[in-house]
């Protein structure tokens, strides 16, 4: 579960850059070239570069070469695993949260009763 935890920091890592969200979302309509992607995200070349390696590093977005170009598009796996680890923190909350719930409502209803009397 550490080595998990680890992986999640340096993808929450990878993913608080604004620009690389923003590359993100414009690879969700699919595989796109580097100068496709500077035109859709408005970064100069050089950055979605950067940030495409950075985000090819840490398994987010795959590259297919085709001659001089390349192309990107996400991989599955990594986001597949961010929802697993975000719902299993999720689960922990929820369950929390509907204890506390339940312990203010007891609470309202002992108050009401208290009054009554």
């Known amino acids: 579960m550490l080595n998990l935890i680890a992986r999640q920091t340096d993808a ?8 690389r969200r923003r590359i ?26 950067r940030h495409l390696r950075i985000l090819h590093n840490a398994g987010f977005v795959q590259v297919r070469p085709a001659g001089q170009q390349r192309f990107y598009s996400l991989r599955e796996e990594p ?5 697993a680890w975000l719902a299993h923190i999720r689960r922990h909350w929820e369950t929390r949260l509907d204890r506390f719930a339940l312990a203010l409502k007891a609470t309202a209803q002992a108050r009401k009763r208290e009054e009554k009397k």
């Not at 690879?27 to 992607?37: F, H, K, P, T, W």
């Not at 986001?79 to 929802?83: G, I, K, Y």
């Open 12 to 19: 929450f890592e990878v993913l608080a850059d604004p620009s």
């Open 24 to 49: 993100i979302e414009a690879l969700l309509s699919g595989e796109q070239a580097v100068n496709d992607l500077v035109q859709a995200v408005d970064i100069h070349q050089s950055g979605v570069s």
């Open 79 to 83: 986001f597949r695993e961010l929802d």
